[in-house]
């Protein structure tokens, strides 16, 4: 990692042992179902009435996070994400299992403050470590994170259950994260170098650190249809919900909510609204819901701290379309090339 | 990969798409609580009367397998790792989700048929996908597989319970599966050779396909005090258990059950008696229990087919050991460098 200059050189840190690094370092972070991380499972109660909502999510450095990322910003988008999944779908984080692939050359201290991020990160959410496992590898650091949450039986906020008639809104803003990646991956754009130094910070903020909106979750449980997050593109995710309801829709995209930073780049490069629209690692919840509950989801999101935006709304199915989502800017339809993110 | 020559070369797979692949070759891998893999989330219902038990491991090519091992082989031993956990903490295998971490070059068929011999194995355990995630790397190939089983409430049988007066036993044969490993990383070694192929074809079998000792785990809920599976070396995980338990343990070293492969490897080359007792990778389950379970546990074992030896012993607490195990032989301690295998 470059250290600025002056900055004492990272000295060769004293080797714990896989064992040792468990009980002094991770073991503090363990909640109850992790039997302080000295078994070889965690053991989780379901308390009557609930059901358990899991998922996992694996970051590789050089594909979800730069290896020069500072390691607390790390630590923040490898919980984060999963939070953000625990969010849509109504849930309320449990706690988490990790399994960490290290490089050998992967400094201690790196992990140290790692493992600290994720536990003050962890307190903050309620979420604590239950588990994992840690082993080297050859390759790029890379993390895979299973979150519990527990939703009251039959209340888990669905991706295939968007209806006829429905709005479609996102909270929060669109777009900042892909254009924060671009801060790093292609510093030397017009449109960055003419960006004032804030709006620069904004953009790299929004992509380092996920805002898992769980706040919002309650509300989701009790007004929505449908809902996910907003992980690999808001056109290519809302096609996936789409598809997955058996549905079609149409959004507006001059309704699609950009923050002043992002709104400043697409005013000096307007070839920028593809990556906003299709680049992803937005974290914001992509929801339906009937329009009766518009105003009680306002009101909600409102106390949360968070702006909803409706951008379009779920039509009578049309026969086979060949994308179930049309996407219309001034009165004209419009495509992408790529709806969303491709690992393949 | 290798192919024997005259075999059609490799054809470049046509490339699915990552939705695709999930709902062609995944989805009809899934159980109820993965809604088909068309949602954010898997969904699981714990019966009233149960706790969830769940683990998570890695594997990652060059460290748990070879990145040439049949793609079918890979699987057995991702889905059979974590399988072998369930079963020693005496749970019921209920699912399990799936983060795949794949090279852009790690051919497509090769995927098929590490997804087939996963739905294999799956459905031989009743243990189906629930979820998961795919993404790319550009180091080696890595799985990390989270399982959930099912336990009677109370009824998980943990590493830090075992008590003095307890015999420690373990199922199955000892070091095999350490010995495979050397069949490939040291063939030229004279034992190897000296060894007829039908042995050799066993350690390599241990080696490759690790055996969940599922129909066991019933009988450990009702008769052991604690277990663990032996993944990192019996010396080292029963030492791990021993500390765990504030317990100290004596194990008589020829009473160790060996098959006939490794007692012949054992007889051309003493000195592997260390990888034997230390290699790991045997997902036996190691076991202490009161004496007067011994004869039940006997039955149980056999009954399933399995092998139970008796290797040893929990003492009375000694005052501050420097180990928490001593290991006898002929009537003399011994100690070995490394008790388990180290990652770091």
Redesign the interface.
């Given at each position: 990692m470059a250290k600025p200059s002056g900055f004492p050189k990272t000295q060769p840190a004293k080797?714990?042992?896989?064992?040792d690094?468990i009980a002094l370092w991770l073991a503090p972070l363990a909640g109850p179902a992790g039997?302080g991380l000295?078994?070889?499972?965690?053991?989780?109660?379901?308390p009557?009435g609930f059901?358990?909502?899991?998922?996992?999510?694996?970051?590789?450095a050089?594909?979800?996070f730069f290896a020069d990322d500072p390691p607390a910003s790390i630590a923040r988008k490898v919980l984060g994400v999963n939070l953000s999944?625990?969010a849509?779908?109504g849930?309320t984080p449990f706690g988490f299992?990790?399994?960490?692939?290290?490089p050998?050359q992967w400094p201690q201290q790196d992990l140290r403050a790692f493992i600290e991020a994720l536990g003050v990160m962890a307190r903050a959410f309620e979420c604590p470590l239950?588990?994992?496992?840690?082993?080297?590898?050859?390759?790029?650091l890379?993390f895979?994170l299973?979150a519990f949450?527990l939703?009251p039986?039959g209340q888990?906020v669905?991706?295939?259950t968007a209806q006829t008639g429905d709005l479609i809104a996102v909270t929060g803003t669109i777009g900042d994260s892909a254009l924060g990646l671009l801060l790093k991956s292609d510093p030397d754009a017009a449109w960055i170098k003419s960006m004032p130094a804030h709006a620069r910070s904004f953009l790299r903020d929004r992509y380092l650190h996920p805002q898992p909106r769980l706040a919002f979750a309650p509300s989701l449980r009790r007004y929505a249809h449908a809902a996910?997050?907003v992980s690999d593109g808001l056109i290519g995710d809302l096609a996936?919900l789409l598809r997955?309801s058996s549905q079609t829709g149409t959004i507006d995209v001059e309704t699609v909510p950009f923050s002043p930073a992002a709104e400043q780049a697409l005013l000096q490069e307007p070839s920028l609204l593809q990556t906003a629209l299709t680049g992803g690692d937005d974290y914001e919840i992509l929801l339906t819901f009937p329009p009766n509950h518009q105003e009680a989801l306002q009101q909600a999101a409102q106390s949360c701290g968070l702006a909803l935006t409706v951008i379009g709304s779920v039509d009578r199915l049309r026969d086979a379309p060949s994308s179930p989502l049309k996407i219309m800017r001034q009165g004209e339809a419009m495509s992408f090339t790529h709806g969303s993110y491709?690992?393949?």
């Open positions: 080797l714990l042992s896989e064992d690094m039997l000295r078994d070889d499972a965690a053991l989780i109660t379901v009557a059901q358990l909502v899991t998922t996992v999510d694996a970051l590789v050089g594909v979800h999944d625990l849509a779908k849930s299992l990790l399994s960490m692939t290290l050998k239950i588990g994992g496992d840690t082993t080297a590898t050859s390759g790029p890379t895979s299973t949450g939703v039986d888990m669905k991706r295939t996910m997050d996936k997955a491709q690992h393949f």
